[in-house]
């Protein structure tokens, strides 16, 4: 019984520590990519672009003549600034805006969940299209574009989960020993909130890539040349039929981070949530 | 059976809508002169045109060409028309080329008196008579408001049937035209496909006939296809651009510069797939443009990849260690923005760090309008077998245009240009155009990089039809009174 | 319970006006003229021409004279009319969000239909290999942007095996089994990235509900596994997928800006990104108006749903 315990326990921390040396393994490429890349991510050479894999480009040339590999261990540190950037706004702002707009009545209700309901109105490209085109391209323009359009949706899952327990026992009783507001929010509410938050988040961190690559699609990714996987996806789109290793490459890449960060999620939620503990 | 790559505006005959826009008039209306197999102009309604004197042209019309309604066409439709052109009102695109039209004079109902404000090489008013934008209307049509998004009365080959908004536009046979037993078909059809990817699948599952504008990256692919022919022509380039006003491009040996530090054999290869040459000089010395009068191989050679010249250059200017600077460019269009990083790996590789700045287009056109830009990539296409097409570009006595060079006035080569465009002298208006180039190189207020190849796709099923070279290659669809299906 | 509704209604028609002036100014922030995109690229325009045209779309009055005239266009059921096209926008809007809806719901079918199953089958076999089958499929799904499974079914179905049509699109009242078999690619599309959502949102949900005591307690008193699960669990683990629904459903029609883009098909959202494109401004304002419209009154019925299906939440 004890044994089979700490087997199961050893499984779930093996879960966590698994998926999180892959996230760990990505962050130190993105930060020392001149260690990992073979070559330079913006080299080029038009006389050799868009071959498939070889000795000398393990992941062949994109339509400069630039190897891919290498733009994809440089592309690790905008990406990931991209995803976290966002996400990151999203997370303050919409458990913010979320938890005021499902705990309180009346006008503190209406007003944060009405103004997210008028940013869910505009498409998320055609909001993108807009807001890049006055701000101009860049980084961090970038960031704090896909992170305003996900405030309103994790603002909208955490209005509901807010929703589901502002009346439980558990906050009543927080309540009753005469908390304030904020104290409610925080101690009561939000470590309750915390399982849909984290599998949004973690849903958003890969989808935040996306948006990226579908603006970069339309000619808006990140400005050029720094690489980004987003853009890479974008652009080796137009030449899926002369090579396809520009469009695969980056989008195995991100699936693979996509799935380690959705599988640590859910790891860290099990770890976190008591109640899961014993589930099954 | 044509596919289109964008849907086309409202079809105004007299106001330019891009290609695919063309296509659709000039198989509805009629023009004056046209252009047909060879790149020839010949006549449309005209039957007979003598020169009077310099600035007045006689002109008798083609009898028995009648409106789609059946109405015939009279000297009162073209003076309309003419008229119509000139008249600020109606925002005609060519309103500026046809200023020096005073008026028609209507004698009878096929004669009529062209009266001209300045003399004009002839050849020069033939080809700008044959534009899709110098449509004959039917005056009587006209007396009622029309709504041109939906229809049309023309005396071309087809008629305008239906439109349906984003998907399609679809013609029909003319049957009271001009040629006996043209056109062939029965219905064109044009299906709207903003997308490559889609346009190409289309032509080769067989549900369109002709991709006028193929992608250099499927010509490869497409030509190894059995049921498909592919012609080509240079037509249109890049250029590059600059803000003449303010540094580090108001001094002339900076811009030089970066016309040494391109690599443009990069660019053919990487936007055009090696579809496409280098300019290494005036846009006259093209290799596409020998055998015509104002061929000038004069200036070929100038520019060739030469960093260590951009780096003296720039050295002597006063920017030894370069300078930061931010490049416009258009993200919709691949070519733009492959360019723009092909200029800017140049320069970084002699020391300087350049920005590239992707914009959506209607950004890009508002930013350059406003000449808000340091140096931009642009995409240029002559309109005319004429040299007079430099008038659009490089011609500094009209308003801020975003393809034009920013804070642009060279009063010796505006007069040049002035000067080569009034002469009826084939000869005489070389030499002024050669004098202008060779001007053009040394200011260099903006450095053209490398022409581009235009593929048509069609299927070999399509017959009659032929790509017309140069700049006729946009009015390729005029053939399309002379094509049938096998 | 009905003053609410009411109460909600009314605040949604207010929000798509302020949604539809808002579209308006951000469209007006961008850099760009709709004059000299409508008058072509490659030619050089008159700027006499240029003034004119703008008068005879009304562009020279001040932007809130412009405004104006659109709200009070609204009493009318004028949304004014396209630059492009000269067509009454409302007349476009009636053209092409049917084209929308076939592919946004047909979409969100295959999507809620294979992706709650998935989800449930997920966390009935969490951490065992049909659990990471299932989110390998959810992770390529969220990875996969839609322009290349868009692009990749084209080729695959459309060019190679020519099972479907590559793209375009016939209405059901011409040919529907035409209809049918354009559909098919474009809903495939949408769907697979629905799938993936829904599918870890009900692996979730699924998951906290199963661990909560009283699923428990039913299971301790010996009731029926899949009763347990389908009856208990699957009831209330649904809640929030219904709320995913309802956000989804909404922004959907804006998602399909892509998936309409690649199988070239005319519906709303390919007006719209044209619009915004070529700054035909009274489109634009109407399309994202309309949007707004519904996207409103779905998570209105969404949040009814809500209460009704959850009896925790209670509306007053």
């Known amino acids: 019984m004890v044994m089979a315990l700490t087997g199961r326990r050893l499984r779930r921390r093996w879960r966590l520590v698994a998926t999180g040396l892959v996230i760990a393994f990505f962050l130190l490429v993105a930060f020392l990519p001149e260690v990992f890349a073979p070559r330079s991510p913006t080299a080029f050479d038009t006389a050799r672009r868009l071959e498939g894999p070889s000795r000398d480009f393990p992941f062949g040339t994109d339509d400069l003549g630039r190897d891919i590999l290498s733009r994809i261990i440089h592309g690790a540190r905008p990406s990931l600034i991209i995803a976290f950037g966002a996400v990151g706004i999203a997370v303050v702002g919409g458990v913010t805006l979320g938890m005021v707009g499902g705990y309180y009545r009346g006008l503190w209700e209406w007003l944060p969940m009405r103004l997210v309901d008028v940013m869910l109105c505009f498409p998320p490209i055609v909001l993108a299209i807009l807001i890049v085109g006055f701000l101009g391209p860049g980084m961090a323009n970038l960031v704090m574009v896909i992170g305003f359009l996900y405030v309103s949706r994790m603002a909208r899952v955490v209005h509901g989960a807010t929703l589901s327990i502002r009346d439980s026992d558990y906050v009543e009783a927080h309540r009753a020993v005469g908390a304030g507001g904020a104290r409610i929010l925080l101690r009561g509410i939000l470590p309750n909130i915390m399982a849909p938050v984290i599998v949004q988040a973690t849903l958003m961190l890969g989808t935040a890539i996306l948006v990226e690559s579908g603006l970069s699609f339309l000619g808006l990714g990140v400005p050029p040349p720094a690489p980004s996987w987003g853009d890479m996806i974008g652009r080796g789109r137009t030449f899926m039929l002369n090579s396809p290793t520009g469009v695969v490459f980056p989008s195995v890449t991100l699936m693979v981070v996509v799935l380690a960060f959705n599988l640590f999620g859910d790891a860290l939620r099990d770890h976190l949530d008591p109640r899961l503990r014993g589930a099954r | ?486 | 319970m009905r003053a609410y509704v009411a109460r909600r209604v009314v605040t949604a028609l207010g929000l798509t006006v302020l949604v539809g002036i808002l579209a308006r100014s951000l469209i007006h922030l961008l850099p760009g003229d709709p004059v000299s995109l409508i008058l072509g690229s490659e030619t050089a325009v008159d700027p006499q021409v240029l003034r004119t045209v703008r008068a005879q779309l009304g562009l020279d009055r001040p932007v809130y004279a412009q405004v104006a005239s659109w709200i009070g266009g609204l009493f009318r059921l004028d949304l004014g009319q396209a630059f492009s096209t000269g067509q009454p926008v409302i007349e476009i809007i009636a053209e092409t969000l049917p084209r929308s809806l076939y592919i946004v719901v047909g979409g969100t079918l295959v999507g809620t239909l294979l992706g709650i199953p998935l989800g449930v089958i997920a966390a009935l076999h969490r951490n065992r290999p049909l659990d990471w089958i299932a989110s390998g499929i959810a992770a390529l799904g969220i990875s996969t942007p839609v322009f290349v499974v868009g692009t990749l079914l084209v080729l695959i179905f459309g060019v190679e095996l020519r099972w479907f049509p590559a793209s375009g699109y016939v209405g059901f009242s011409e040919d529907p089994s035409a209809f049918f078999r354009r559909l098919t690619l474009p809903v495939t599309t949408l769907g697979f990235g629905m799938l993936a959502l829904i599918e870890r949102m009900t692996r979730s949900t699924m998951l906290e509900v199963l661990g909560q005591d009283y699923v428990r307690t039913a299971r301790s008193k010996g009731l029926d596994r899949r009763r347990v699960v389908y009856r208990h669990a699957l009831a209330n683990a649904l809640v929030p997928v219904v709320a995913l629904v309802g956000v989804e459903l909404g922004t959907l029609l804006g998602r399909t800006v892509l998936v309409e883009y690649i199988f070239n098909w005319p519906g709303m959202a390919t007006m719209l990104l044209r619009a915004v494109r070529f700054r035909d401004y009274a489109v634009a304002q109407g399309i994202v108006l309309v949007i707004s419209l519904i996207f409103i009154f779905v998570n209105l019925l969404a949040d009814l749903l809500y209460a009704l299906l959850d009896p925790r939440i209670r509306y007053e």
Not at chain 2, 50 to 57: A, C, F, G, I, L
Not at chain 2, 86 to 110: F, N, S, Y
Not at chain 2, 128 to 139: F, G
Not at chain 2, 144 to 156: D, K, L, Y
């Open chain 2, 1 to 486: 059976m044509w596919g289109f790559e964008v849907e086309p505006p409202p079809l105004d005959p007299h106001r330019w809508g891009g290609t695919d826009s063309a296509t659709v008039i000039v198989n509805v209306y009629s023009t004056l002169f046209k252009w047909t197999y060879g790149e020839k102009i010949v006549n449309d309604l005209v039957d007979q045109w003598t020169m009077v004197s310099p600035t007045e042209y006689r002109v008798r019309l083609r009898r028995g060409v009648r409106f789609h309604d059946g109405t015939p066409l009279t000297s009162a439709d073209v003076e309309y028309s003419l008229g119509r052109i000139l008249t600020p009102a109606t925002g005609a695109t060519w309103r500026g080329q046809l200023a020096i039209i005073r008026r028609v004079e209507v004698i009878d109902d096929l004669t009529f008196r062209l009266h001209l404000s300045a003399p004009i090489a002839p050849d020069l008013l033939r080809e700008l008579l044959s534009m899709p934008h110098t449509a004959i209307l039917s005056k009587r049509w006209m007396a009622q408001p029309r709504n041109f998004a939906v229809e049309h009365m023309g005396s071309g080959p087809f008629k305008f049937a239906e439109r349906r908004h984003g998907i399609s536009i679809l013609l029909e046979r003319n049957p009271y035209y001009y040629e006996e037993g043209r056109p062939y078909l029965n219905r064109v059809l044009f299906t709207i496909y903003p997308d490559e990817e889609l346009r190409t699948a289309a032509l080769k599952t067989g549900v369109i006939h002709v991709n006028h504008y193929l992608p250099w990256k499927d010509i490869e692919t497409m030509s190894k296809d059995p049921g498909i022919a592919i012609g080509m022509t240079d037509w249109a380039f890049l250029d590059v651009t600059f803000n003449v006003t303010a540094p580090p491009f108001n001094d002339r040996r900076v811009r030089q510069a970066v016309g040494y530090a391109v690599n443009r054999k990069a660019i053919v290869d990487a936007a055009f797939f090696g579809y496409g040459a280098p300019i290494t000089g005036g846009v006259l010395s093209g290799a596409h443009f020998k055998g015509q009068w104002y061929y000038n191989p004069d200036t070929a050679g100038y520019w060739e990849y030469n960093p260590t010249r951009a780096r003296e250059l720039l050295r002597e200017a006063g920017y030894p260690n370069c300078f930061r600077a931010t490049i416009l460019t258009s993200g919709d269009h691949h070519m733009h923005w492959v360019a723009a990083e092909i200029v800017q790996a140049g320069l970084n590789a002699i020391g300087c760090n350049i920005s590239v700045d992707k914009r959506e287009w209607g950004t890009r056109v508002a930013l350059g309008n406003r000449e808000q830009y340091q140096f931009a990539i642009n995409g240029k296409g002559p309109f005319l077998s004429d040299p007079d097409f430099y008038m659009t570009w490089y011609y500094s006595k009209l308003a801020p245009l975003y393809h034009r060079p920013a804070g642009y006035n060279f009063p010796g080569l505006d007069a040049l240009l002035e000067r080569a465009r009034s002469l009826t002298d084939q000869k005489e208006r070389l030499a002024l155009y050669k004098q202008f180039e060779q001007e053009f190189l040394k200011e260099s207020p903006a450095i053209p990089l490398v022409f581009r190849t235009q593929a048509t796709a069609y299927r070999k099923k399509v017959r009659g039809l032929e790509v017309l070279r140069g700049p006729g290659w946009p009015l390729t669809g005029k053939l399309l009174e002379n094509v049938w299906l096998d």
